[in-house]
């Protein structure tokens, strides 16, 4: 489980420049590194 999450940082750090490109699973990562 700990490398999944860890991917879904990695995967969510290159793709979501912000909450707007967010997508299922990606949404919650991207909340976060938004704020």
Do not use: A, V
């Amino acid at each position: 489980m700990m490398q999944f999450q860890m991917y879904l940082t990695d995967l969510t750090k290159r793709s979501c420049p912000s909450q707007q490109s967010c997508r299922n699973f990606q949404i919650f990562e991207c909340m976060l590194e938004s704020g």
